[in-house]
Every structure is written in C-alpha cells, then in structure tokens.
C-alpha cells in the first residue's frame, strides 16, 4: 500500500531514529564513559535533533530530486543523500556535543566524525533497506 510522502517521511524518519538509538546510547558509554543515563540522554537528544533534521532535509531532497530528468535513486545519489544529511547535521551536533561532554568543539567535531563514519553507513544502508520494503518515493519512480 503506497504511502503519502509526507507519511512515508514521518516512518522512515521514526524508525530510523529509534534504531540509531538502540546504536548509539551504548557507544556512547563506551567511547565516552559516559553513565548510561547520561548516554542515552545525549543519545535521545541527538535523535530529537536529528528526526527534526530527517524531516526536512528528506522533503529538501525529495523536492531537488523531482527536478531531476533521470529518475530511481542510483549509489551516487543515495550515497550525495547520505553526505547531505549527514554534513547539515555535523554543523548542529558538534556544538550540542561540546556542551553536554564539557569538551571543545575541536574535540567534539574529532569525535563525531566517529560518529559520522558509522552514520553515513547506516544512512546509506538504512535507506536502501527502507526503500527495498516500502518501495521508492513518488519522487524517485519514473514517469510511465
């Protein structure tokens, strides 16, 4: 059953952040040795940003790749999707980062650049998962 773009944004964003959740609250006691409470509130905080930012990037992106003569979502175009969303999304968090580790934004930029190589995976992967169960967006579907 095909999905409205604004409600397939709305599941693809949801579930992409609550497994990025699941991944990322315990890297965070890991890497940081932050106490778990205090990891999965950064965790959760970085979500909610991010959700935010998954929202609107996807309805940027969407909009760019409607213009677009040649249709389907190729591994250029997903992984210039995943570099994208992942580069706005560095300008935000290194600030949140800096604050709630007590760290310099030198520091929190080296850190999240860890955080960066796991993420342009995962988005990359994620969305090609999400494409292949829910089919691709009315953007990316040529005209028959």
């Not at 190589?117 to 292949?132: A, E, I, K, N, Q």
Request: aromatic residues 14%.
């Amino acid at each position: 059953m095909p999905m409205s773009p604004r409600n397939r944004r709305i599941v693809q964003a949801i579930l992409y952040e609550t497994i990025a959740i699941a991944c990322v609250a315990p890297m965070l006691v890991l890497v940081f040795g932050q106490s778990p409470l205090s990891s999965l509130g950064l965790s959760v905080t970085m979500s909610s940003i991010a959700l935010a930012w998954n929202y609107g990037f996807n309805a940027l992106f969407e909009r760019w790749e409607a213009r677009q003569s040649v249709k389907g979502r190729s591994w250029p175009r997903r992984a210039a999707h995943g570099l994208g969303f992942e580069g706005g999304l560095a300008l935000i968090l290194v600030p949140v980062m800096a604050g709630w580790l007590g760290i310099t934004w030198w520091q929190a930029f080296v850190a999240d650049l860890g955080i960066l190589l796991f993420f342009l995976v995962y988005t990359v992967v994620f969305t090609w998962v999400f494409d292949r169960v829910f089919g691709l967006p009315q953007s990316a579907q040529a005209v028959p």
